[in-house]
């Protein structure tokens, strides 16, 4: 069964500051990976996707790799600003047919200190 | 844009009510998919659909049904409530393998 791990769970750098968030899965088997950001007491919104075939997305401020042999991505932000914070999830498709949904992590809960 | 809404924001019933919870997207996507999400324990797949009428299990399908008998509509049931499915609800909605579009969610409160 498909396991993903975010780490760290929480993170607290001041405004500016480049910074990466990691993400492990342990079944290599995958369709795609995807970062999410989550606002509190609100739904998710997608950031990025990366699909198997790819090494890396970018958009804007984000950068997201996949380094799918070894079970890893990484969440690079650059220039860092307070309206970055939020909770960073990262979700897995994996292989074996059928529409089966997403396994999660658990978040990386970012603050960004003006 | 892709829009997928949730009939309720906050919604508080007691133990043994039947509950409904819907959810409806405007893009014509093949995928639905009902998560609940809690503190400590992440995001988890209850239930998801991959056509009108087709349902599959996801992880804790327990105390749980779901109905899609339209494609733009998927609604989660709660038979008889209980405290443990207090919760926070998360409707997505996708294309075939492609990138899950979330609603605002349902804070439900069993009491």
């Known amino acids: 069964k498909q396991e993903v791990t975010q780490i760290p769970a929480a993170l607290s750098v001041p405004e500016g500051e480049n910074l990466v968030l990691n993400c492990s899965f342990t079944?290599?088997?995958?369709?795609?990976l995807q970062w999410f950001r989550q606002d509190p007491g609100k739904g998710l919104t997608s950031l990025l996707l990366?699909?198997?075939?790819?090494r890396e997305q970018t958009s804007g401020r984000l950068n997201a790799s996949l380094d799918k042999s070894s079970g890893r991505s990484t969440l690079y932000i650059a220039a860092s600003q307070p309206g970055d914070s939020a909770t960073y999830l990262c979700?897995?498709?994996?292989?074996?047919?059928?529409?089966?949904?997403?396994?999660f992590g658990k978040g990386t809960h970012l603050i960004i200190q003006p | 844009d892709v829009k997928v809404t949730q009939s309720s924001r906050y919604l508080v019933k007691r133990t043994g009510e039947k509950v409904f919870l819907e959810c409806v997207q405007d893009?014509?996507?093949?995928?639905m998919f009902w998560y609940r999400q809690d503190p400590g324990l992440g995001l988890r797949l209850i239930y998801f659909?991959?056509?009108?009428?087709?349902?599959e299990k996801g992880d804790i399908p327990e105390g749980y049904s779901v109905s899609r008998e339209k494609k733009e509509r998927f609604s989660l049931i709660l038979e008889s409530a209980s405290t443990n499915q207090t919760s926070m609800y998360l409707c997505?909605?996708?294309?075939?393998?492609?990138?899950?579009?979330f609603g605002p969610g349902t804070r439900l409160t069993v009491l």
């Open positions: 893009m014509d996507h093949e995928n």
């Open positions: 659909s991959y056509d009108v009428k087709m349902k």
């Open positions: 979700a897995v498709k994996s292989e074996g047919g059928g529409a089966d949904g997403l396994t």
């Open positions: 990366i699909q198997s075939s790819q």
């Open positions: 997505a909605s996708s294309p075939l393998l492609a990138t899950q579009y």
């Open positions: 079944d290599s088997a995958i369709y795609n």
